[in-house]
């Protein structure tokens, strides 16, 4: 019995190891288009910075346990075109963010009518691409509200939005928000429908949609059936995350993705379609974006200050380039 199980063992270790070897994939870029940065440490921009992560969009969405008043959301919002922006310039990655009101908390609704009056107050803000995260969580009457209140703000700002299908009852709920969103007039090819699988994909494509996929460790949306999926319907439209946040998850989803990809054979176009390219072109759609900005935030300089405030801690070094190691 213990040796089965060693073998087995060794047997996944194995496959991780090909998998996640990121220097086949080394030189590329990759833009992660959604990932809650706000919840990662240093060592996480770190990673994503060796690992090719050029730039990222952190939606607003809830921080595990619910906001009690509006001065939180308003905090948040700003930290997300503020500190948090810099932070991730600090290590070279360009931080984008979508504003808006998550389905979970729009169930508070005297909450929610605050919120809404204070969302127009960040949603012109320069860097931020689209309203998100929004859509359906327990699919109920006030998060169907509010929704179709925020897809009006969209339409005003004239900016994308960044749809959050439910995890119950997928199909139906990611049907919906497609529906409601054409209902308002918006172009699906403003819409990014976020979380897909292998039930909601098709759909989501055939309408014009575009459809992002979260890759989750250990779950769910493995990097191994995003193999697939790119396989059975190509690059186009397509894009991948890692939707990173204070949960088990993994900040170096897109890039292990792309490098699974090349080792299954995916053509070196079509990862960069789906682990850069489809990305940028969808919420380039706020006019927001250049990829000119990626090279801006390169020229890292650790001493610099954010309102007073450095990412350095009392007596380390800045790094100079990327090439140094660690600050001692
Ligand atoms: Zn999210």
Redesign the pocket.
């Known amino acids: 019995m213990c040796c089965s199980h060693f073998e087995n063992r060794e047997q996944v270790s194995g496959e991780k190891a090909a998998s996640f070897d990121l220097a086949s994939v080394k030189g590329m870029r990759f833009f992660d288009p ?1 990932v ?1 940065m706000t919840s990662r440490t240093t060592d996480d921009y770190q990673a994503m910075a060796d690992a090719g992560v050029v730039g990222l969009i952190e ?1 607003a ?1 809830w921080l595990g346990q619910p906001r009690t008043g509006i001065d939180s959301f308003r905090d948040y919002y700003s930290s997300l075109i503020g500190w948090e922006r810099f932070r991730s310039s600090q290590f070279g990655i360009k931080h984008y963010c979508t504003i808006g009101l998550n389905s979970r908390e729009a169930n508070n609704e005297s909450l929610a009518e605050q919120v809404m009056e204070i969302l127009p107050l960040f949603v012109y803000k320069e860097g931020v691409v689209g309203i998100g ?1 929004i859509g359906f969580d327990d699919q109920t009457a006030a998060e169907e509200k509010y929704y179709r209140l925020q897809l009006e703000l969209a339409k005003e700002a004239g900016l994308p939005v960044q749809v ?1 299908t439910p995890h119950r009852d997928k199909k139906n709920g990611t049907r919906r928000s497609m529906d409601i969103a054409i209902e308002h007039g918006i172009d699906p090819s403003k819409v990014i429908i976020d979380h897909n699988n292998e039930e909601t994909v098709k759909e989501v494509l055939d309408r014009g949609f575009w459809a992002a996929f979260t890759i989750y460790p250990f779950t769910k949306m493995g990097n191994e059936r995003m193999v697939e999926i790119a396989r059975e319907y190509g690059p186009d439209r397509i894009m991948v995350n890692s ?1 990173a ?1 204070w949960g088990i998850s993994d900040p170096l989803a897109v890039p292990k993705t792309a490098a699974l990809m090349k080792l299954r054979g995916i053509s070196e176009e079509a990862i960069q379609l789906i682990t850069y390219g489809n990305a940028i072109a969808a919420f380039a759609q706020s006019d927001q974006i250049d990829e000119a900005d990626f090279t801006s935030v390169l020229s890292v300089d650790q001493s610099a200050k954010f309102e007073g405030n450095s990412i350095l801690r009392g007596g380390q070094q800045p790094r100079i380039d990327k090439s140094s190691i660690i600050i001692s």
């Open positions: 959604h809650h939606p969405f995260e959050h939707a946040d």
